[in-house]
């Protein structure tokens, strides 16, 4: 029998769903399909957003690895690491290599903001801190010191609420977490006494969900307050919708509760401060060399219902901008992209071309295929429906010896493929391959073979899930070493490289 052998590009949420997906709805398929999923990944570990975009202390959310793992584990899988896709292989090669590939690379770029001073020294991408907090092997882990007192995030959605609680925590409460030791220092060591959290819009219209945003209510050693009668409802919304919203929708009277709580709440005098503010709009980014302050625009909705500056401004001093407005995915080379969505254009998941036509043998998942909304979860759903597309195009796809494609369909199943990859060098797949969790071969897996060959010749060593697994033990060792908690990020890509016992870093 074929085995389909579809390759996933990314091992986040998104990737991983897929890679369960296909394996599940392969299996319930009548007869069932056998399959190979190859999940690559750019970076020497996988778990994507999980391990490198859930701050380190909300555990819950970043026990969704250990369920990833086991879909990592299963005998159907493959983690094939340290892969760039442009840098490494081409979408040609995997289209040469595999039936199909489904793209989830998510979106790893910050939205711009569009003012003056936006790129001064201080001012960053949240996605930058973020990415610091959690050890991101692209960010220096000195990229922050901290020294600044007032710190302005722009934005109020959960990244937000992210970037202000870590903040504004009590590090002590993080060393229980696996927040690298640098990190930890630096937090330590931070200056910071007051954070602004800033919306242009109002409370009603708050991305922010009502859980994270009660977490912030409850830190200790924090006063949260709210901008003096920023929290009224109708103060600067002539539509009368955020009242109403307040009242039906149960997203907006959570979070409206929560804020109108700490707004009746007088200070403690703790010696940390969170403000969150409402109807202000950033308009530039203040300083000669570095960031002294924001200047903000005070808006409203007007009776049609659209966001106005009233002319009215005030500068609130900060050393620190953080822009936290969103993420955008960044086109894969090659692959078709809608700019304006920053997505690629896609029909339930079948990469569609700029006439709309689909692509055989090219699908999205995640972030990439929907834009960065959602928690988590939602990607499971998402990727059940790309793989629900990938394979009834299976059914109806080309079979051996087509040459033109009926219909969107798979790139060569059922054709037998072996062939080709019968013709390689097994010595040097198979070399590539070593330390996978299962043997590469051209009898059994010619599809990942063939890619595993591609790889050789170009004198390039996938890190494989037993390498991973050095990285996973090297961060209990150190969690062990350290008293902290069951493990500690290592704290640069060096030493991820080191651990892995793979290639230096590159
Ligand atoms: P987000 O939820 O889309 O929030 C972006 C915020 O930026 C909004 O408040 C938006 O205001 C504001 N904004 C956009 N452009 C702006 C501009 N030019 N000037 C001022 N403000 C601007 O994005 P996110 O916080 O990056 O989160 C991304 C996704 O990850 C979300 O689905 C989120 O729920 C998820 N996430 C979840 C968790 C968790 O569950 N714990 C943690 C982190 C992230 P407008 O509404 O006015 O545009």
Known sequence: ????????????????????????????????????VDVIDRLLTPYG???????????????????????????????????????????????????AVVYATGAMRDRRLGIPGEDMPGSYAATDFVNWYCGHPDIDPAAFSLDAESVAVIGVGNVAVDVARILVKDPAQLRETDISEPVLAALEASKVREVHVIGRRGPA?????????????????VDVVVGDGEHDLDAFDATGESSRLAQTDRHVRGNYTVISGWAAR????????????????????QGAEKVTGLTLERTKLDADGVLTGTGAHETLPAQLVLRSVGYQSVPLPGLPFDERSSTVPNADGRVLDTAGRPLPGEYVAGWLKRGP????????????QTVRSLLADLAGGPGPGDVQLPR?????????????????????????????????????????????????????????????????VAERELGAALGRGARVKLPSRGELHRHSGGPGPR
């Open 1 to 36: 029998m074929k085995t389909l052998e579809v390759a996933v590009v990314g091992s986040g949420p998104a990737g991983l769903y897929t890679a369960e997906a296909l394996i599940k709805q392969a299996a319930a398929l009548d007869p069932p399909v056998v399959i190979r």
């Open 49 to 99: 957003l999980v391990r490198y975009g859930v701050a380190p202390d909300h555990k819950s959310i970043k026990s969704i690895a250990d369920y990833l793992r086991t879909v990592l584990e299963h005998d159907a899988v493959r983690f094939i690491g340290g892969i760039h896709l442009g840098d490494d292989v081409t979408r040609a090669d995997l289209l040469a290599s595999y039936d």
């Open 205 to 221: 219209q708050a991305k922010f969900t009502t859980k994270e945003l009660r977490e912030l209510g409850e830190l200790d050693g």
């Open 266 to 285: 007088p200070p403690a005098g703790a010696a940390r401060r969170l403000t969150v503010r409402f109807w202000l709009r950033p308009t530039e980014i």
């Open 373 to 384: 909304t959602g928690v988590i979860g939602t990607n499971k759903s998402d990727a059940a």
């Open 408 to 472: 969107a369909g798979l790139l060569r199943f059922p054709a037998a493929a072996a062939g080709g990859a019968a013709a390689g060098t097994a010595a040097a797949a198979e070399s590539a391959a070593a330390g996978t969790a299962a043997a590469v071969t051209a009898a059994t897996d010619p599809a990942a073979f063939r890619f595993h060959q591609l790889l050789a010749d170009r004198g390039i060593r996938p890190v494989s899930y037993a390498d991973w697994l050095r990285i996973e």
